[in-house]
């Protein structure tokens, strides 16, 4: 009963997968980020309470699954296009707010479910950046110099992320304003701007960065739940309303003096025209102005089109608040009309530089802003540029070797190996020249350690990881090198240091940022080593840091439902699987996925299930691997579990199951790679051999040796070679094809056919040879058994075996050795072995002259138990030993008694009954039973089946007419003799017989008779 429940749970589920599958991607809807399910809508209402307090809004979507009950969805956004959902949702997971996303379709209506209305500040923009660390320590440069300076984090959408460094937040614009204004007076800032933002807390001044940045970063390193959402807490959604105090250098001349309201009215008019731009660099200032109207059109193409609530901002003109509308901000490049005009000026400007700054900083800034901006050919251009200068300052010559490797690396990043082969060099040279780098050299050997995993040299990696950790203890990055050195011996498949370092990581750094990862990659190494419960206590340890199942990343979830079908684990394995299909079924790794739940059943035995999963791979993903693996594994369930009884939907799979060689043969047609090909070969001899058609798997095994000699199936195709022969010398030596069987085992001897097969199949081998004449190959089967086998009961028949080949080839003294030897190890003087030594013994003795020692030999086995043939034969030799003694009574005995034994309908068997009745009529003559004689006579000449037979017949039957007395058949018996011969050699004979009988008549019977 709880089979065919199980079985019953299945088909719903495969049901289920298919429903998805047929609607995927037919129905028009908008898509959101989905961040994680709940059972409890409280629980998902905590998750949406946090997502909003870090900026993030957030949308709670109740959905009913079949069998799987109600559940409560939360969103991280809701967009229009997939495109942006996804963009918008690395945004999140790169930011740390989430971890991992999916994106789902949801009703349009949603779209609008989520704005709060702001609350406004200002802060001073002075520069952005992509590097957190370089903003913060921007920060730290300003704080030195009285300014209470903070890093904020903001997503741009289509720009990415950046770390932007305020000079002070306000609640008042013109309080900025001023504020910006005297710091620039005093030489602290250059450029800026002052954008009103939405979110940030109104207390004292400066003190809003932290609250957008470095509370979340707090509550997430101490593993604090967030605080619950409050009214205020959700209204505050951080979007940006920017107004540029900076401008051209003309406008940037009356803000120095920006202390009065005509001032102010100037910047808000200023902004009416521009729209500002993210800086970039160490220290790099925003600046806009310059840029025409035709621009500005070009930058506000898309404010009709909805955008997500991070990065976006409004600007307001005149007090009166514009339509949202998204941000255009991009870093500030050689490209931008602004900043062509003022390296141009910088370039040509003959007059002296002001203090601080020179025509080589101006250079530096603008190849450390195409560095920010992600252009890093040009960056690494332009350091180079700079580098040529040999009178160039040494912090200056600092700045530009450390950013040009990291060009290098960046440019790695895209799979260009040169640049990870130059980026390692440089950062080798870096480590040579600033041996003594208090900051920077930890970052160095940490990249350089992520260069060498990207061209597979972990043991190099190795050795940086463990000069960062050795060289740097107290560096941030060590936590991060312990979890890389447990996931490079991961990868490297030395799970047991694997295990190690990952152990290391997980227990020292409890709330590390990887403990996930770590987690995921030591339950899966215990799994590798089958250390099964150890793996099961860490997945579950891990599993526990997500709020359910679903929130689980895909690839983590695919790795915990690898273990559990590793160990064993098939149905929770099962249900993982067909889970993960129905949250991703447009993944990538859906294939994987599927194919992987058909083989768990195929495991369990449910064919029929298992060919429905599997058929589905082969149908929706026709050209994939997983497609050409359940068409193989479809084809085993052929062989293992054939005639089962299936329902007619899953007949799109059947030809595959009914006719597993046809599939292979099918895959095999469709695969290019050498490996996959000689692997389907090998899987196609063992589904011929277990079919029973073994000339076709010995050929498709050869084939494959052939082909292949040195491949990666190379041991298994010689022990199927052996053993196939071995079937067919088998069938071949049964049906009496000597001349087959000699050919196979030729055809496999030189794959150790004699050190590999069974005995009986070499011993067949080798009668088959004999029998062809082949009696050095003979020997050379039986002198290998020899040494498999001495002293056990198989070296006794081969032994015995070579005693016949040396006694065929009259070698007597060698084949009585032999013989002798076998006697010895013989387990009992009545086996078969001993039989047959005792046999040829008696063969040899006969053969020597030695009629009573081998009569004795023959006496000896005469009444054994044996096989009917064996009877007759040893009867037969028994009474040709004795009619040579002249022991005519005996030997008749003999003869009779192998004429007594049911003889088989065979050419051995009828020539055997007629050399006995030839044997057995011979010694009636030599007794004097002339009656008899002529009898048994008459009946051979009956069965001769060629001249000579029949002429020696005649010849014995005319000496028995002329003695019974019958002088009248005996004549007419010589005179057929004479004339039914040609030659004159029986006439002689004839002419003979005729005298000595009359000799015998007249001289030799009447002497008998006195």
């Not at 500040?121 to 730290?140: K, N, P, T, Y």
């Not at 599997?614 to 062989?639: F, N």
Request: include cysteine.
């Amino acid at each position: 009963m709880e089979r065919k429940n199980s079985t019953m749970t299945v088909a719903i589920l495969i049901l289920w997968v298919s429903a998805a599958l047929f609607c995927a991607g037919r129905c028009e809807a908008a898509f959101g980020v989905h961040v994680a399910s709940f059972k409890e809508k409280a629980h998902a209402e905590a998750l949406a309470t946090s997502l909003e307090e870090k900026g993030c809004p957030a949308v709670i979507r109740d959905v009913s699954l079949p069998d799987l009950g109600n559940w409560h969805r939360v969103f991280a956004g809701i967009h229009e296009d997939r495109g942006e959902a996804r963009q918008y949702g690395e945004a999140l997971r790169k930011r740390g707010i989430i971890d991992e996303y999916s994106l789902l379709s949801v009703e349009r209506d949603a779209l609008n479910r989520i704005d709060t209305p702001p609350e406004a500040g200002f802060g001073i923009l002075v520069c952005s950046f992509r590097d957190r660390e370089r903003a913060e320590a921007m920060a730290d440069r300003f704080q030195k110099k009285g300014c209470r300076a903070r890093s904020v984090f903001v997503s741009l959408p289509g720009r990415g992320d950046w770390y932007r460094v305020f000079a002070g937040f306000y609640e008042d614009q013109n309080e900025a304003g001023k504020r910006a204004a005297e710091l620039k007076k005093e030489g602290i800032l250059e450029d800026y701007t002052v954008m009103e933002l939405e979110g940030i807390p109104r207390g004292e001044p400066d003190a809003g960065g932290a609250a957008v940045h470095s509370r979340i970063q707090d509550e997430a390193k101490n593993g604090r739940a967030p605080a619950a959402d409050t009214g205020d807490a959700r209204a505050r959604r951080r979007s940006e309303k920017t107004e540029n105090c900076g401008g051209s250098s003309d406008d940037r001349g009356d803000a120095a003096s920006g202390a009065n309201a005509d001032d102010a009215r100037t910047q808000q008019r200023n902004v009416e025209e521009t729209v500002g731009s993210e800086g970039s660099g160490d220290g790099r200032k925003t600046g806009s102005a310059g840029v025409d109207g035709d621009t500005m059109q070009a930058k506000r193409r898309d404010v009709g089109k909805p955008e997500d609530s991070v990065g976006s901002v409004k600007v307001k003109t005149g007090g009166k608040e514009q339509p949202d509308c998204p941000v255009e901000e991009e870093p500030m490049t050689a490209e931008d009309p602004v900043s062509v005009q003022s390296v141009d000026a910088a370039k040509n400007d003959t007059r002296s530089a002001p203090p601080g700054k020179t025509v080589e900083d101006s250079l530096l800034m603008e190849a450390l802003s195409s560095f920010e901006a992600e252009k890093y050919e040009t960056a690494l251009k332009q350091f180079e540029t700079i580098l040529e200068d040999e009178d160039l300052d040494e912090d200056t010559k600092e700045i530009a070797i450390r950013r040009a490797a990291d060009s290098f690396f960046q440019l790695s990043l895209g799979g260009d190996r040169r640049s990870v082969n130059s980026a390692i060099d440089r950062y080798r040279e870096i480590l040579r020249l600033y041996p003594d780098g208090v900051r920077g050299n930890d970052d160095i050997l940490l990249r350089m350690a992520k260069g060498y995993e990207s061209l597979g040299l972990y043991h190099e990696g190795l050795r940086e990881l463990n000069r960062l950790c050795d060289d740097y203890p107290d560096s941030p990055l060590v936590p991060g090198a312990v979890y890389l050195r447990g996931l490079f011996y991961y990868r490297m498949q030395k799970f047991e240091k694997a295990v190690e370092e990952l152990s290391q990581y997980t227990s020292e750094y409890p709330q590390g940022k990887d403990l996930r990862a770590a987690l995921i990659t030591l339950g899966d190494s215990y799994s590798q080593l089958g250390r099964f419960a150890e793996a099961d206590e860490v997945f579950d340890r891990a599993i526990r840091m997500w709020p359910s199942l679903e929130a689980v990343p895909r690839q983590d979830l695919l790795t915990l439902g690898s273990h559990y079908m590793r160990s064993g684990n098939y149905e929770r394995g099962l249900d993982i699987f067909l889970s993960w299909f129905n949250l991703y079924p447009e993944a990538p790794e859906a294939p994987e996925v599927l194919h992987g739940a058909g083989r768990i059943l195929a495991v369990m035995d449910q064919v029929p299930a298992a060919l429905s999963l599997l058929a589905m791979v082969v149908k929706r993903y026709p050209d994939t691997r997983q497609a050409m693996e359940s068409i193989v594994i479809m084809a085993d369930l052929g062989l293992r579990r054939p005639g089962q009884s299936l329902p007619c939907h899953i007949f799109d799979g059947m030809e595959y199951y009914r006719d597993p060689v046809s599939a292979f043969d099918e895959v095999m047609a469709q695969s290019e790679e050498r490996e996959r090909r000689d692997e389907l070969l090998f899987l196609k001899a063992n589904a011929l051999v277990q079919l029973k058609r073994y000339r076709e798997a010995f050929e498709t095994a050869r084939s494959l040796q052939e082909q292949s000699p040195w491949g990666p199936f190379r041991k298994e195709t010689i022990h199927n070679l052996t053993d196939i022969a071995g079937h067919l010398v088998d069938n071949y030596h049964e049906d009496g094809n000597h001349l087959a069987a000699a050919e196979i085992f030729f055809e496999v001897r030189r794959f150790g056919f004699v050190g590999a097969a069974d005995y009986e199949s070499l011993f067949n081998a080798a009668d088959s040879l004999v029998e062809v004449g082949l009696i050095s190959a003979a020997r050379f089967i039986y002198e290998g058994i020899l040494s498999r086998c001495r002293p056990e009961k198989p070296a006794a028949r081969a032994m015995v075996a070579l005693a016949g080949i040396e006694f065929r080839e009259k070698r007597y003294d060698e084949a009585r050795t032999w013989a002798e030897e076998a006697l010895k190890l013989a387990s009992s003087s009545r086996s078969e072995s001993a039989r047959r030594a005792s046999e040829i013994i008696g063969n040899i003795a006969f053969a020597e002259g030695d009629c009573e020692k081998a009569a004795g030999h023959f006496a000896a086995i005469a009444d054994v138990e044996a096989s009917p043939e064996e009877q007759r034969r040893i009867m037969m030799k028994y009474g040709h030993v004795l009619k040579a003694l002249r022991h005519y009574s005996a030997a008749a005995v003999q003869y009779e008694r192998a004429l007594s034994i049911d003889a088989v309908d065979d050419a051995d068997a009828l020539h055997s009954s007629r050399a006995a009745r030839e044997g057995l009529a011979e010694c009636h003559f030599y007794r004097g039973n002339y009656e008899k004689s002529a009898l048994l006579y008459r009946r051979l000449l009956e069965t001769a089946r060629n001249e000579t037979e029949t002429c020696w017949v005649r010849y014995r039957l005319g000496q028995s007419y002329a003695r019974l007395p019958d002088a009248d058949m005996a004549a007419q018996t010589f005179e057929l003799l004479k004339n039914g011969s040609d030659g004159p050699f029986w006439k002689r004979v004839a002419d003979y017989g005729q005298d000595y009988e009359s000799f015998y008549a007249q001289y030799v019977r009447p002497d008998q008779a006195r």
